[in-house]
Every structure is written in structure tokens, then in C-alpha cells.
């Protein structure tokens, strides 16, 4: 089991900057991959961006370059960087970890952070 806590949304202006936070409970060593999903209203939740088995990362196409992922083993805790931010990008956004043991893969997710950009 793994419990997520995130925490960094709020509102900001276009163009600006927010960073999301996500702690888990247990060792990231164990977590097979973590990263960050988001839910536009009306729309399917989509992946933002996610390490995966090892330090392989995946972002998607419309943050490259303006959203980091970043982690701190230590602290069991995944960042999520958010530069030049865009109406657009509102939404919820959701920790998500997945668990392997043996065959079986679960998948985590968080309560949800609201980022709103609005001027």
C-alpha cells in the first residue's frame, strides 16, 4: 500500500510559475513508477509527467520544456516544476504511483491538487 500526499496548487497568472510536491509513504525504491496525471474539466485525465523503472522520464508533448520532474529519494517525495504556465493547464492534478510484486501491478493515486491559471 502507498499513501500520497500532495500539496503546491493554487492559482496563478499566465506565464508563471507554481511547483507541486507529492510525498509517499514508503521508499521510492519500491515504487515501480511515479510521476503526475491531470484532469481538465470535461476532459480524460492525461499523463503530465512520470519516471519510470529506473530514471527514464516521460513528459507530455504540451509541457516539454516548460515542466521539470524532479525527485528526492531521501525524502520519498516527487516534484513537479511548473514554468511559463498557461490558461490551458488548468486543472486537476494527480500523484499517481505504481506498485509491482510479482505478475501484479497497482496503481496509487492521490487526492488532487487544483492549479488554476487565470489572469
Known amino acids: 500500500q502507498v499513501q500520497l500526499v500532495e500539496s503546491g496548487g493554487g492559482l496563478v497568472q499566465p506565464g508563471g510559475s507554481l511547483r507541486l510536491s507529492c510525498a509517499a509513504s514508503?521508499?521510492?525504491?519500491?515504487?515501480?513508477?511515479m510521476g503526475w496525471y491531470r484532469q481538465a474539466p470535461g476532459k480524460e485525465r492525461e499523463l503530465v509527467a512520470a519516471f519510470t523503472s529506473g530514471d527514464t522520464t516521460n513528459y507530455a508533448d504540451s509541457v516539454k520544456g516548460r515542466f521539470t520532474i524532479s525527485r528526492d529519494n531521501d525524502k520519498n517525495t516527487v516534484y513537479l516544476q511548473m514554468n511559463s504556465l498557461k490558461p490551458e493547464d488548468t486543472a486537476v492534478y494527480y500523484c499517481n504511483a505504481v506498485v509491482v510484486t510479482g505478475p501484479y501491478e497497482k496503481a496509487y493515486w492521490g487526492q488532487g491538487t487544483q492549479v488554476t491559471v487565470s489572469s
Open positions: 514508503r521508499s521510492m525504491f519500491s515504487i515501480y513508477a
